[in-house]
């Protein structure tokens, strides 16, 4: 095992730094067309009315990213949930129903069960986003896509969650083009898609200063990890990192809720992390960050550089490089990755092994 790591510390930080390889890996087909997706995509993506994602853990954010796109691009309704969820839950399938399975592994339990009890009479088909061929979750579907993450070891999922955000990307084309088909712009998505291995690999290249955030976690309990919109699973996903490695107690929430609950908890012993892009919920943002600095808490701004936020007392400002609401979540992913990672590494936990978890969980 000594040797495929290389000169890197741990697998984690291997495949995070594998990443701009994996996503130009993912996304390298000449042309997108519904055939990607198997035989039968062509005749079902034009008939889908909704789209209900399915998954555990880290890739389940994937689907609630996935959501923002599917809707807003495509104009389908989305829904997502965690398959141990869904598997017991009396829900009501639309009618036409795309069913989404994402997995890293492809074996997950409660992915596959949740799959194999869907209400067959309302769904379609069932389409999994998956790394590994021919795993259980690949069989059961009529559709995939694979995802080129290549092998994952470290159990905190990384390069597998940002190919399935490229993957989730291309569906949200195909479905765009067809049940949007005046409308849509092809061209910005096809852009974010050649984009992301360059604008990550920026990312990447700030590892160290990221690092030199750590004296301010690793003697921390708790962290709270704030975004709006499309950037809330963002920092799902951060918290999820932070807690899986470091043994951080973090929670994520969307910004506008600090004011309903979390701002209690808010002093100087809570760093607070933010995740905020140059969109049209910044100024909100800007505003809920005064909340927290009002209150002593220290603030992490991970911020686009075009946004303005200005280093001071009691906030910390990492710059992200310019990107769009089909790149950022990629980008800033990454960023809190390495954040997770570096602080875990400044702890002494067993980062690739992290203490009762398991890569996979094929058992419920
Ligand atoms: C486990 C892993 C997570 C993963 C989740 C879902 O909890 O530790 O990293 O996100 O399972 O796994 P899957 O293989 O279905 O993506």
Known sequence: EADLLGDYDHYMLKEMFEQPARLE????????????????????????SAVQIIACGTSYHAGLVARHWIE???GLPC???????????????????????????GETADTL???????????????????????????????????????????ASTKAFTTQLAALLILTERLATHHRP??????????????????????LSHSDKIAALTPQFVTKHHALFLGRGIYHPIAMEGALKLKEISYIHAEAYPAGELKHGPLALVDSDMPVV??????????????????????GGQLFVFAD????????PGIEVIPMPHCSELVGPVVYTVALQLLSYHVAVGK?????????????????
């Open 72 to 74: 807003s691009i495509a």
């Open 182 to 203: 005046d409308q849509f712009d092809a061209a910005p998505v096809a852009a974010a898609l050649k984009d992301m291995p360059s604008a990550v690999a920026r990312v």
């Open 348 to 364: 002494g936990t067993d980062v690739d092994k992290p203490r009762n978890l398991a890569k996979s969980v094929t058992v419920e």
């Open 113 to 155: 069960a949740a799959l194999k009890n869907c209400d067959r009479a309302n769904v379609l088909a069932r389409l999994a986003i998956c790394n590994v061929d021919h795993s259980a979750i690949v069989r059961e579907s009529e559709l995939v896509f694979l995802t080129r993450a290549g092998a994952e070891i470290g159990v």
């Open 274 to 295: 933010a995740v905020a892009p140059n969109d049209e919920l910044l100024e909100k943002l800007r505003s809920n960050l005064e909340e927290v600095k009002a209150r």
């Open 25 to 48: 890996d993912t996304v390298a087909y000449p042309a997108l067309s519904d055939a990607l997706f198997g035989d039968q995509a062509a005749e079902v993506f034009p008939a889908v």
């Open 79 to 105: 829904q997502v949930e965690v398959a141990s969820e869904y598997r017991y839950r009396q829900s009501v399938t639309l009618a036409n129903t795309l069913i989404v399975s994402i997995s890293q592994s």
């Open 305 to 312: 550089e075009a946004a303005g936020f200005k280093p001071g």
